[in-house]
């Protein structure tokens, strides 16, 4: 079974500046994906990012980029040009994607407040 | 990406009872999944609802509590029964897209 770990409970960071999640993850499956999920208080759960294991290059997205090291077995999130509205519970996620079974396994989160 | 809707958005309820939540998608899609998010937790996945087949369990989860309908490749319903005041949580669903799950706005349940 596959164990995500997210070893920052809560972070903070002011508005304006770069924040780095950290995300590791356990498996011995060589195909998967892995997500970050973005949870304001409002408690949508919102996709900020995935990634492919066969792909070497990190994905971006706007603001969101990832440092993926894959011996490694880490995930981390950066975030650029922190905004108030990024304020929310950010959770990393696992998917197998072996047998079709789009099953996530989810780390407990860390909580990130924005400072003004 | 898809739009997905819950009913009802909260609810409080007696223990002893049973509250069924909807899950409604703007799409046709395979794979629909519960979770159950207690207060200040991550998300623990209940089941897997696919179209024309039961409802697969995770462990801890079982059918006569968390009884599960797909009538359709929209919708799904997740029954809460016999509920206890543990049954507090926030309930979402969510479906797959390309290895992708999208979530709904999740349905807040408080049990007195």
């Known amino acids: 079974a596959q164990t995500v770990t997210q070893s920052q409970p809560e972070m903070s960071v002011q508005e304006a500046e770069t924040v780095t999640l950290s995300c590791t993850y356990d498996?011995?499956?060589?195909?998967?994906?892995l997500f970050w999920y973005k949870q304001p208080p409002s408690r949508q759960m919102i996709l900020v990012i995935r990634?492919?294991?066969?792909?070497?290059q990190n994905a971006t997205e706007n603001r969101f980029s990832v440092n993926f090291q894959k011996a490694a077995k880490s995930f981390s999130l950066k975030i650029s040009d922190s905004q108030l509205g990024d304020t929310a519970m950010y959770f990393c996620?696992?998917?197998?994607?072996?047998?079709?079974?789009?099953?996530?396994?989810f780390g407990k989160g860390t909580k990130l407040s924005v400072i003004p | 990406s898809a739009v997905i809707s819950q009913k009802p958005s909260r609810d409080i309820c007696q223990r002893g009872t049973s509250l069924t939540i909807q899950c409604q998608v703007d799409?046709?899609?395979?794979?629909m999944f519960w979770y159950r998010q207690q207060p200040g937790q991550s998300l623990t996945l209940i089941a897997t609802?696919?179209?024309?087949?039961?409802?697969?369990?995770e462990s801890g989860f079982v059918i006569d509590k968390f009884p599960i309908s797909r009538p359709n490749l929209t919708f799904s319903t997740l029954t809460v029964s016999n509920m206890s005041p543990e049954d507090s949580s926030i309930y979402l669903c969510?479906?797959?897209?390309?290895?992708?799950?999208?979530f709904g706005p999740g349905t807040r349940l408080t049990v007195t």
């Open positions: 969510s479906v797959a897209y390309f290895y992708e799950q999208y």
């Open positions: 996620a696992f998917g197998d994607s072996g047998a079709g079974s789009y099953q996530l396994t």
């Open positions: 990634q492919e294991a066969y792909k070497q």
């Open positions: 609802a696919n179209q024309g087949s039961e409802a697969t369990y």
């Open positions: 498996t011995s499956e060589s195909n998967y994906y």
């Open positions: 799409s046709q899609v395979t794979m």
